[in-house]
């Protein structure tokens, strides 16, 4: 037995499957979980100025501290990533990443509404740029696909947000038919007509839903 | 992915739902231990491995989880539940260490790199843990499969 016939008899022993709904009620067993061993624990020796603790006070507290809110924006995503990994396995689409985004981007906006500015794809993993507050405007998602000189990001946002593309910030502009304008520093770039800063860079931009 | 991880180093899926749930309840308890430049899913593999790591240093459930293994129904009805099942037996008699390299790199698609960080070693030992247990594999799966016939 060499090594390409080992790999396939390996990849024959499947993983029993759960149904979708466990995963769907995954994220909220964890929570709970979180939730009951939070109780359980022995409770902290208060002072008379500690304020009892809730919910609102603990994401208040939270996301007065960027590096714990991005850690959690991170976790999420990792959630987002288990659900849509999996879940994506199943997904059978002309436009794999596109199907993806449009599943991440989804479970992120579950769990962050009108909170998320920005969901990011490039060589080093996913990311995910959320406000501060729920205040992001509802509109309809736009993905984007950017293809430089350091390689291609690509990215869910709004019209309206910031995205950086390889270190250059740009402002995302949709108009009513979806037509998207990019403008940054270095790349100027409007539906399929590539202007004179965009060169070298390779865009490609349409609302997200359109084609699921 | 966790799920998958944690179900084919315990070999049980009982035991596949507790250490995926704690994997989360962990990473989310730890978040101020991720570094941002981080890969999220290397951190979330390095504490799936760890967890499934500690679990199998207890051998009560170690005998315990071959005993569900041995009675527990097949998924997929057929042969192929049959061959899984030979398969998973086959990894579950390779040390864990051994395992979860095979699992990372084999199933996951990580590279030595990768896998390295997640198990928190040097890529050579990563590459002479997978020598040793395909070596092994190849012993134990011999003349249970037929290389190179498709079902």
Same mark, same amino acid.
């Given at each position: 037995?060499?090594?390409?016939?080992?790999?396939?008899?390996?990849?024959?022993?499947? =993983?029993?499957?759960?149904? $979708?709904?466990?995963?769907?009620?995954?994220?909220?067993? =964890?929570?709970?979980?979180?939730?009951?061993?939070?109780?359980? $624990?022995?409770?902290?020796?208060?002072?008379? $100025?500690?304020?009892?603790?809730?919910?609102?006070?603990?994401?208040?507290?939270?996301?007065?501290?960027?590096?714990?809110?991005?850690?959690?924006? !991170?976790?999420?995503?990792?959630?987002?990533?288990?659900?849509?990994?999996?879940?994506?396995?199943?997904?059978?689409? %002309?436009?794999?990443?596109?199907?993806?985004?449009?599943?991440?981007?989804?479970?992120?906006?579950?769990?962050?509404?009108?909170? !998320?500015?920005?969901?990011?794809?490039?060589?080093?993993?996913?990311?995910?740029?959320? $406000?501060?507050?729920?205040?992001?405007?509802?509109?309809?998602?736009?993905?984007?696909? =950017?293809?430089?000189?350091?390689?291609?990001?690509?990215?869910?946002?709004?019209?309206?947000?910031?995205?950086?593309?390889?270190? %250059?910030?740009?402002? !995302?502009?949709?108009?009513?038919?979806?037509? =998207?304008?990019? !403008?940054?520093?270095?790349?100027?770039?409007?539906?399929?007509?590539?202007?004179?800063?965009?060169?070298?860079?390779?865009?490609?931009?349409?609302?997200?839903?359109?084609?699921? | 992915?966790?799920?998958?991880?944690?179900?084919?180093?315990?070999?049980?899926?009982?035991?596949?739902?507790?250490?995926?749930?704690? *994997?989360?309840?962990?990473?989310?308890?730890?978040?101020?231990?991720?570094?941002?430049?981080?890969?999220? &899913?290397?951190?979330?593999?390095?504490?799936?491995?760890?967890?499934?790591?500690?679990?199998?240093?207890?051998?009560?459930?170690?005998? @315990?989880?071959?005993?569900?293994?041995?009675?527990?129904?097949?998924?997929?009805? &057929?042969?192929?539940?049959?061959?899984? @099942? @030979?398969?998973?037996?086959?990894?579950?008699?390779? *040390?864990?260490? @051994?395992?979860?390299?095979?699992?990372?790199?084999?199933?996951?698609?990580? *590279?030595?790199?990768?896998?390295?960080?997640?198990?928190?070693?040097?890529?050579?030992?990563?590459?002479?843990?997978?020598?040793?247990?395909?070596?092994?594999?190849?012993?134990?799966?011999?003349?249970?499969?037929?290389?190179?016939?498709?079902?």
């Amino acid at each position: 037995m060499n090594d390409a016939e080992l790999n396939e008899v390996l990849k024959r022993a499947t =993983v029993p499957e759960r149904e $979708a709904d466990y995963w769907e009620r995954f994220p909220g067993r =964890v929570m709970a979980e979180l939730e009951r061993r939070r109780q359980a $624990a022995p409770a902290p020796a208060k002072t008379l $100025a500690s304020p009892a603790w809730s919910w609102t006070g603990a994401l208040r507290m939270l996301f007065s501290r960027p590096a714990l809110a991005a850690a959690v924006a !991170v976790i999420c995503l990792g959630l987002g990533f288990y659900l849509g990994f999996w879940r994506g396995q199943r997904s059978l689409s %002309d436009d794999p990443q596109l199907a993806a985004a449009q599943k991440y981007f989804h479970e992120i906006e579950a769990l962050f509404p009108n909170q !998320v500015q920005a969901v990011v794809f490039d060589q080093r993993g996913t990311h995910l740029v959320l $406000a501060k507050e729920p205040n992001v405007p509802a509109s309809p998602p736009l993905y984007l696909k =950017v293809c430089g000189p350091t390689g291609c990001q690509r990215f869910v946002t709004f019209s309206g947000q910031q995205i950086r593309v390889n270190g %250059d910030v740009c402002d !995302v502009l949709a108009d009513g038919r979806g037509e =998207v304008l990019l !403008v940054g520093r270095q790349l100027l770039w409007s539906g399929s007509k590539a202007v004179a800063a965009s060169e070298g860079y390779q865009v490609e931009a349409r609302a997200l839903e359109n084609r699921l | 992915m966790i799920y998958s991880l944690c179900y084919r180093m315990s070999g049980s899926a009982a035991d596949a739902d507790d250490l995926s749930q704690e *994997t989360f309840i962990q990473a989310y308890k730890h978040l101020n231990a991720f570094r941002a430049e981080a890969v999220v &899913g290397t951190w979330l593999y390095r504490i799936a491995v760890n967890l499934c790591l500690n679990w199998r240093k207890r051998e009560q459930r170690r005998i @315990q989880a071959h005993q569900e293994w041995s009675e527990q129904e097949p998924s997929t009805p &057929g042969e192929n539940a049959g061959r899984a @099942q @030979q398969v998973q037996e086959a990894l579950l008699k390779l *040390t864990p260490k @051994q395992r979860a390299a095979v699992i990372l790199t084999t199933y996951d698609g990580l *590279t030595h790199a990768e896998a390295a960080a997640a198990l928190g070693c040097s890529e050579t030992t990563v590459s002479w843990r997978l020598f040793a247990a395909r070596a092994k594999l190849k012993r134990l799966l011999k003349g249970q499969f037929e290389p190179g016939v498709s079902q």
